[in-house]
């Protein structure tokens, strides 16, 4: 009987198979052939016979070999993966951006690594911390505003994005919507259809986007010569929950509003549900208007009446290695809302409703027909 002692074991060898420590070179050895055709197969860089390439696919299917990709990041100084850094993705519209985003990815062969930081410091900073250890080739970025330390560690090794953000302090590239001219919009329409008490539900405060909104809503009722009284507006936190707890004290502290601006759609569907707890109709007894065009505007009834920011872009296949974008036709505006029954009483009463220059205002159009127009630019350092 043959003894098998440690000397023997060590010089033993296991014969290739199936498993996470299987090689190219296992690869190359099942198939017959040299490391360097199995790489040219993998990575099409060189023509091989087809009947070689045949057998370098079979032997990695029998292998259930998959190439190491840290090895492979290595060797080329990438790792084709962006990471994507967003307060809360359950908000229909960041899922919206992080599909496009994922998208457009997908085409020039990136991997989208998503964070959820639900606008916590801490969080975003020990997301940052990570993605930066995966040795991420970018960063797309929308979190806190006040975040100028960590991006002035982490810009000098990775390009980064900020979507709809602005830090002043950091030369970074920022994409942003006109915030304030949505909430313009806004304004214009609920005071073409002849609102003159009008509350607004805000978001954070410390966020760049609520605020701008407000301003530009504020504008268009100050041409339309009406007031905003700091009594008729509640801020909020952008979720379902917030809008309905805001909309019953903005009804608590503002009697008699007869429409509302929300600055976001989820917000304002929370503000229709506390309406109707209390009996009350949108839009025949209160008109409200939302932010964003969530999928789920239509699916209110009636359906929400929202600014729509034109967020998706279809990637083109990319020519000569950059990646081209073909903005859609024609932005599709959501259903009206009606002019409320306050402001019909309002009419018969003998007091015409303002009709500002904005095509269909008093109409019933939406005022989603006009859409804030998205900026790229370059925020420079003094």
């Known amino acids: ?3 098998v002692s440690d000397s023997t074991l060590k010089r033993s060898r296991k014969p290739p198979g199936p498993g996470p420590m299987t090689t190219i070179a296992d690869v190359a050895r099942h198939a017959g052939v040299s490391v360097a055709t199995v790489s040219h197969v993998m990575n099409h860089t060189r023509h091989v016979e087809p009947e070689t390439a045949e057998r370098v696919r079979a032997a990695i299917a029998a292998l259930r070999y998959s190439p190491n990709s840290v090895a492979r990041s290595l060797r080329r100084g990438e790792t084709k993966t962006i990471g994507l850094l ?3 993705n359950s908000n229909p519209f960041f899922a919206s951006v992080a599909r496009q985003i994922e998208d457009a990815g997908f085409v020039s062969g990136y991997t989208v690594i998503l964070c959820n930081s639900d606008g916590n410091a801490e969080k975003e900073e020990r997301y940052l911390s990570v993605l930066m250890a995966k040795q991420i080739d970018g960063l797309i970025f929308a979190g806190s505003s006040d975040h100028a330390r960590v991006f002035a560690r982490l810009l000098p090794s990775v390009p980064a994005v900020l979507l709809d953000r602005e830090i002043q302090s950091v030369n970074v590239d920022s994409v942003l919507v006109d915030h304030d001219h949505g909430g313009y919009l806004a304004g214009r329409h609920l005071a073409g259809l002849g ?3 009008i509350g607004v539900i805000g978001g954070p405060r410390d966020s760049s986007s609520s605020p701008a909104r407000l301003r530009g809503f504020a504008r268009a009722l100050e041409e339309a010569g009406l007031e905003l009284p700091a009594s008729s507006v509640v801020d909020s936190d952008y979720h379902f929950a917030g809008g309905r707890l805001a909309m019953e004290q903005l009804m608590a502290q503002a009697p008699g509003i007869t429409a509302v601006f929300a600055c976001n759609d989820l917000m304002a569907m929370g503000a229709v549900t506390a309406l109707r707890s209390r009996g009350l109709r949108v839009p025949d007894d209160i008109s409200m208007v ?3 065009d969530i999928p789920y505007a239509v699916t209110t009834w009636p359906p929400l009446t929202t600014i729509a920011p034109p967020l998706a872009c279809r990637p083109s296949p990319p020519r000569g290695g950059r990646l081209r974008f073909t903005p859609p ?3 599709r505006p959501s259903p009206a809302c009606r002019t409320g029954r306050a402001a019909r009483r309002g009419r018969r009463a003998g007091r015409a409703p303002h009709r500002g220059r904005w095509p269909g205002a008093g109409r019933g159009h939406s005022a989603a027909r ?8 370059r925020n420079r350092t003094a």
């Open 329 to 331: 036709a024609a932005w």
């Open 195 to 197: 609102h003159e008490k």
């Open 290 to 292: 939302g932010f964003d």
């Open 1 to 3: 009987m043959e003894r």
């Open 370 to 377: 006009k859409n804030p127009r998205w900026q790229s630019r």
């Open 86 to 88: 967003l307060p809360d």
